[in-house]
């Protein structure tokens, strides 16, 4: 398919009906489906596919719209769905039970704020809050990288060494309403990129089985070492979807997370999606006048890939992790596990959390810059930084 | 074929298959830690014997309920079908999904959930309600105990008015929801009430009910000993009284239109019924607001069922 | 140390229900006193947790039954935690749950188990012919005619002929009379008898010969079973058919000849030769003794009752069995207008009214002493007489026959002179004796008077003072058996019980014989999966009788009133349908309705062949097989 003019939603929406479709050959697809703003567009767009054996269930809540996609899962078909902030909310008790009964569920995330009070613009709490559940989840920063990361998403998740649903974030607005280029594959070439499914524990009458009864501490515990050591293969099955992805496609989905300009680095910024993008600018900009900054980009949240980000900051002895989200109590989601990914490695690392954009606020240059003058001021991290408060910015501008 | 035929409840018919194997291969297998005398337990069985009469098979979808404690400890099971237990809330709509599935294969066999009232008329209503309005190819059927027995017995909205829960204390005061009525508002293709006690009806009802397509909804009055707080020996006894005295009419609702009632109550003076559970205190059940109601709500069904049989 | 059982001590004091007592509190009561705590503050401590009434009590119960003797050994260490343990990281998660049983043997739980037991139904009970009346019912209910007819047979050669005539005593004894009336036994063994089709094989054929004298229903009887064991028999008959009383005494509208004929010919299709028109007399009897191995002397009750009624006894009086057999036999007696009054109230009695109505009598009246209570005909057949018109006259008793002479020398209307009785004090038969009320008489106009007033046996052909009765060996002084059989020996005067005691007999021959002891008929067989046995009869307090839906009696159709006034057709035609089989209560005894296979919550309760199992690995003793059994065969046995 040439590259067209499309959404972040559109890009996603096509991924997740084109994968669904790509199962025509083995037990088909299905999905559960509920609007919420901002991903309505995605739904609305599956809802639209001509599945040649695809259902599409318009549900009365996210909870059952994942409900659905765990009963596809559990017989066998290719399941997906996608969700946004409250919704998502609404969905845990079934996200989890997706996680738990490794179902290699795609849910497509645009994250926005949660509410009430209500706010649509984009922030990532809604994901974030979903870190303890056994999903992969995956951040774009593009609407390529959301059209790419999802076809992905459902090879990674379908790998019998993984087993694991996959959530794939893009921020609202920014990236799910915003048109861009987009290189969107064509079913025979997605065909080719996704293997049917075949998912051992599917139901089946042949050989009954009863999935979730009773469970004693024991298996549970082995359940969650299952689950722990699945976690453990993502990285490396991850890069082998990518050059799998690269051999169909002719282009490779980036890494886990993306290091630039860190090298020899001695400030370096950590931040995801389109503060990454941002940021990324102003790394240009400061290396361009001869400072030792860079940025590591994190698309995998889920697993956390510590040893990479370790590796990346190697040189560095400030980092600022940039957080569009606010865990309450303590601070950026993203800047806690960084930091737990440093302690007992680099002890002599100031490591501060900004939280910029919050509640969908404008992540300028002037945003990161700000940080960085901060970080260039501190000599030990203190708690985090409202980057935002009192520029006098209401809305997006 | 016996001379059972000619007891009250024509348990014959089912005595031509008696040689249900309660082994491996059955439905409800043996070593379930249902409570003695469970009223599910026994629906179980005689949905096992109505499948195989049918030739039919079936998974289970199981919120959370006594039903799916029922299976057993991993990696045992007591159910000798497929079955997975769902969220509390969510059991419907992973049934759809599952049908979705099934269809989309050309596969047969029933997707039937098995759910209390717990996860029925209360947390599940919404997810229900969807799978009904879809009219998805589904067979719900909810084992009303009354109670939420798998938590220590807590009232639901199934509670019938009188009923000690530990959640009311001194009984509770609302009437039980109009489930039937709530689903027959549907439209469904069919709606029915279900008692063990009449195994008969019961076992022509899940026949029919194999045999329609789109949402099916049973709803199984089930003793509970253990939350009623009655002898489990009597438990067919108690869910016969309540239908012989009007407590618990037993109908079906075709289209959610036409309805016919399938056993006509003789009101005995369903006193007996609340004596035989302790979960009732004379001081706490108005006996005479009880036979109103029963009266009621039978004669509204029956007006239904004259302006509109099946 | 004493053990105590906790689980009798809660349902004691009503703690739990029945089959899940909760005996924390008699355990905690067992536990102080093992670890030695006084009993006031085990009480204290109860108290202080909430416990009241029986919980205090079974725990002060269970303190006081506990006897420790000796030092208390400290239990050994252990978790007590014994389920089994995955090993290693254990089957994983994706492989789901399934194969394997749940390990938990429920069975364990039960403190009771439920058991097969079995009772004697009445009507098996009562049957004089010794029927298994229930198990012919189920298998008509079951549509089996072929074996229910198989099943009479074992102990009747005359269903169809039963089926007509029989007072019927399971009728009035059967428990479905408390609930919408009783089974209509006597119909259906006849709908057996009549469509039933068996063939009947004897036993290898034996040397010994039996002669039986009389072929009255005992007679044949006796000599249908001999001859299915084997003998060779011959019967010896006075008059010239077959059949005894139940061809000469009961008229064709009730028993038709054909019926009688077919079943007298399936005895002697057994092999059985008769000889009629041979009277058998002392000297006789001694020579077929002589030339047998064994002789039953089945001769009934030949004297017949008399009563002097004076005036022109030859024209006027007659015996009502001599009637019947008379107008069966085609001896023609015109009733054309006449009055007729029969004396008497047993079938004879209406049977005689009844026939004297259909020769055209223009009144039958028949007078009886006492009342209709005490009457022993069959009541059906009393219903029956009614009507059809024949009036009957209770408390009533006949003195004579008087002849009112005219001025003008004509000899009068006859009459029937009689009495009005009063009921006084019971007799030795327990009925109230009658008793004459003075100055009552009043006359009925009769030109003939029947008698139906009973018959005693004719003991000439013994010795003086022989003691006759059943199983009474007779002529002693002979190496050769001779006993009498039937009403001879009973005096009883149904046919079923002349059937029993040829059956009887028959059975006590062929023990004499060949040592061999044979059981033929008499119970229920028990079934091999019964636990107990119980000897006694089962009465409707010990059925669930809420648990049988009401349905009325079923009747078959009778002809019109015109034909049984000028015919001797039948005038039942039998029940179109064995239905009428299903309101049985099999009462005491398994008919395999499996309500309770239906309702075992577990599943665990199977019908294996005939026979019911439990599994009693995984019964839980929730007692529900019980309390739905409705004919009482399941029962809980402590464990």
């Avoid at chain 2, 409570?35 to 195989?52: F, K, N």
């Avoid at chain 3, 004076?310 to 009733?335: K, N, W």
Wanted: hydrophobic content about 40%; some cysteine; proline content about 6%.
């Amino acid at each position: 398919m040439p590259v067209e003019v499309v959404t972040g939603n559109h890009a996603a929406g096509y991924a997740l009906a084109v994968a669904g479709e790509a199962n025509r050959f083995a037990r088909g697809a299905a999905c559960g489906i509920y609007p919420i703003t901002p991903q309505t567009e995605i739904v609305e767009r599956v809802a639209a596919f001509p599945f040649t054996k695809g259902r599409v269930v318009a549900v009365e809540s996210e909870h059952s719209a994942m409900g659905v996609s765990i009963g596809a899962a559990l017989a066998g078909a290719r399941a997906f769905t996608a969700s946004s902030s409250n919704g998502l909310a609404y969905m845990v008790e079934n996200i989890m039970t997706a996680g738990f009964y490794r179902l290699p569920i795609v849910m497509v995330a645009v994250n926005r704020t949660l509410g009430p009070p209500w706010n649509i613009w984009a922030d990532q709490g809604d994901s974030l809050m979903l870190r303890d559940f056994p999903w992969v989840q995956l951040y774009c920063a593009n609407n390529q990288e959301v059209a790419d990361l999802t076809l992905l998403a459902f090879r990674l998740a379908e790998d019998h060494r993984i087993l694991l649903p996959v959530l794939v974030c893009m921020d609202a607005f920014i990236v799910s309403h915003t048109q861009g280029e987009t290189d969107l594959p064509t079913q025979e070439a997605v065909d080719r990129f996704l293997p049917p499914l075949d998912l051992p524990h599917r139901m089946r009458h042949d050989d009954p089985k009863t999935l979730g009864g009773l469970i004693w501490p024991d298996v549970t515990t082995s359940l969650r070492m299952e689950i722990h050591e699945a976690m453990e293969r993502v990285p490396e099955v991850f890069d082998e979807c990518r050059s799998a992805f690269r051999d169909t496609f002719g282009r490779e989905p980036g890494s886990a997370l993306e290091a630039f300009e860190t090298t020899d680095a001695e400030t370096i910024v950590v931040a995801s999606a389109t503060v990454a993008t941002t940021a990324g600018e102003v790394v240009k900009r400061r290396r361009a006048a001869g400072e030792k900054v860079g940025l590591v980009k994190m698309r995998m949240f889920r697993p956390f890939p510590e040893v990479a980000l370790r590796e990346a900051c190697a040189s560095a002895t400030r980092i600022a992790v940039l957080d569009r989200d606010y865990a309450a109590g303590l601070g950026g989601v993203w800047w806690q596990d960084s930091r737990a990914a440093f302690q007992g490695h680099r002890d002599d690392l100031v490591m501060q959390n900004y939280l910029v954009g919050i509640g969908g606020g404008d992540v300028t240059p002037e945003t990161v810059d700000r940080a960085l003058d901060d970080l260039s001021g501190r000599d030990r991290a203190g708690g985090p930084v409202w980057a935002d408060v009192g520029n006098g910015k209401g809305g997006p501008a | 074929m016996s001379t059972a035929a000619e007891t009250r409840d024509g348990a014959g018919p089912f005595s031509q298959i008696p040689q249900i194997p309660c082994t491996d291969d059955c439905l409800l297998r043996p070593g379930n830690t249902n409570c003695g005398g469970c009223g599910m337990s026994i629906a179980l069985t005689m949905l096992g014997r109505a499948l195989e009469e049918a030739g039919d098979t079936c998974m289970l979808a199981i919120p959370a309920c006594c039903g799916a404690v029922t299976a057993g400890a991993f990696p045992t099971t007591s159910y000798g079908v497929p079955t997975v237990c769902t969220t509390f809330g969510g059991v419907a709509a992973v049934a759809s999904g599952m049908a979705a599935i099934r269809d989309l294969n050309s596969e047969t066999g029933q997707v039937i959930c098995w759910a209390g009232d717990g996860g029925t008329y209360d947390i599940g209503m919404a997810t229900l309600s969807a799978a009904a309005e879809r009219n998805d190819d589904l067979l719900y059927i909810c084992y009303d105990n009354e109670i939420y027995g798998n938590t220590g017995g807590q009232r639901s909205s199934a509670t019938p008015p009188g009923a000690r829960t530990t959640t009311t204390p001194t009984g509770k005061r609302e009437e039980k929801k109009d489930i039937v009525g709530i689903m027959a508002a549907h439209g469904i293709p069919y709606a029915a009430t279900l008692s063990i006690a009449h195994p008969e009806d019961f076992r022509r009802k899940l026949l029919t009910a194999l045999e329609t397509r789109g949402m099916r909804f049973l709803l199984i009055h089930s003793p509970c000993p253990t939350g009623w707080k009655s002898e489990p020996a009597d438990s067919v006894q108690l869910v016969r009284l309540a239908v012989s005295s009007g407590l618990f009419p037993l109908y079906e609702v075709v289209d959610g239109r036409r309805y016919r009632i399938n056993v006509e109550p003789d009101w005995t003076d369903p006193a007996d019924y609340f004596r035989r559970q302790r979960r009732f205190r004379d001081d706490e059940v108005d006996l005479e607001a009880t036979r109103r109601v029963c009266r009621e709500r039978y004669e509204r069904i029956r007006h239904m069922a004259e302006a509109f049989p099946v | 140390m004493a053990p105590v059982d906790a689980t009798v001590l809660a349902r004691e004091h009503g703690l739990g229900t029945r089959s899940v007592p909760i005996v924390n509190t008699a355990l905690a009561g067992a536990v102080a006193k093992l670890l030695g705590l006084p009993l006031e503050e085990m009480l204290a401590a109860l108290e202080h947790l909430g416990f009241v009434g029986g919980n205090v009590d079974a725990a002060r119960d269970a303190y006081r039954l506990v006897v420790v003797e000796g030092p208390v050994r400290k239990a050994s260490a252990g978790n007590g935690d014994t389920r089994p343990r995955p090993a290693g990281r254990g089957p994983s998660f994706l492989a789901g749950a399934g194969g394997d049983l749940p390990g938990i043997k429920t069975g364990q739980w039960a403190n009771e188990q439920p058991r097969r037991q079995q009772y004697v139904p009445p009507c098996n009970h009562v049957c004089p012919a010794g029927n298994d009346v229930q198990a012919f019912l189920h298998a008509l209910a079951e549509d089996r005619t072929d074996d229910a007819l198989e099943i009479l047979l074992r102990t009747s050669p005359f269903p169809s002929t039963c089926g007509r005539v029989c007072p019927a005593p399971c009728m009035a004894s059967c428990n479905r009379i408390t609930l919408d009336g009783a089974v209509n036994v006597r119909e259906l063994e006849r709908y057996a008898g009549d469509r039933g089709e068996v063939s009947l094989v004897p036993a290898e054929r034996r040397e010994e010969r039996v002669a039986i004298v009389g072929s009255g229903p005992a007679g044949l009887t006796a000599a249908y079973h001999l001859a299915l064991y084997g003998y060779g028999v011959t019967i010896y008959e006075a008059g010239a058919e077959l059949g005894g009383l139940l061809r000469t005494g009961i008229p064709e509208f009730r028993l038709p000849g054909e019926v009688l004929d077919r079943e007298v010919t399936r005895i002697l299709d057994l092999g059985v030769e008769a000889v009629t028109g041979v009277f058998i007399n002392r000297e006789r009897l001694l020579e077929l003794a002589r030339n047998h191995d064994a002789v039953l002397v089945a001769t009934g009750l030949q004297e017949l009752r008399a009563l002097r009624l004076g005036l022109g006894e030859e024209e006027t009086v007659s015996q009502g069995i001599d009637f019947l057999d008379q107008v069966r036999s085609g001896v023609p007696i015109g009733l054309d207008g006449e009055d007729v009054v029969v004396v008497g109230g047993g079938n004879t009695a209406m049977d005689a009214a009844r026939t004297a109505l259909r020769l055209g009598a223009a009144s039958v009246k028949v007078v009886y002493r006492r009342t209709r209570k005490e009457m022993p005909a069959i009541a059906e057949e009393i219903e029956e007489a009614l009507e059809e018109g024949v009036h009957i006259d209770f408390l009533t008793q006949p003195v004579a026959v008087q002849r009112m002479a005219q001025a003008d020398g004509d000899m009068g209307e006859q009459h029937l002179v009689c009495r009005r009785m009063e009921l006084g004090e019971p007799d030795a038969s327990g009925r109230r004796r009658p008793e004459e009320v003075p100055g009552s008489d009043f006359s009925l106009p009769c030109h003939r008077v029947i008698l139906a007033l009973g018959q005693s046996p004719d003991l000439s052909v013994f010795p003086e003072g022989t003691e006759v009765r059943e199983g009474h060996e007779l002529l002693g002084l002979l190496e050769t058996p001779v006993y009498a059989v039937g009403d001879l020996a009973t005096n009883d005067g149904t046919v079923a019980a002349a059937l029993g005691s040829g059956r009887r007999v028959a059975m006590h021959i062929h023990q004499t014989l060949t040592g061999e002891v044979v059981v033929t008929g008499e119970q229920t067989r028990v079934r091999s999966d019964v636990d107990v046995w119980h000897d006694e009869v089962i009465r409707d307090e010990a059925l669930r009788m809420h648990l049988f839906e009401r349905r009325p009696l079923a009747v078959g159709e009778v002809i019109d009133l015109d034909r049984r006034h000028t015919t001797f057709d039948e005038i039942h035609a039998g029940l179109p349908s064995a239905g009428e089989a299903k309101r049985c209560l099999s009462c005491g005894v398994c008919n395999e309705c499996d309500i309770c296979v239906t309702y075992c919550p577990e599943g665990v309760l199977k019908r294996v062949g005939h026979d019911l199992v439990f599994d009693y690995a995984y019964c839980k003793g929730c007692g529900i097989c019980v309390t739905e059994c409705p004919r009482n065969v399941v029962f809980m046995s402590h464990l």
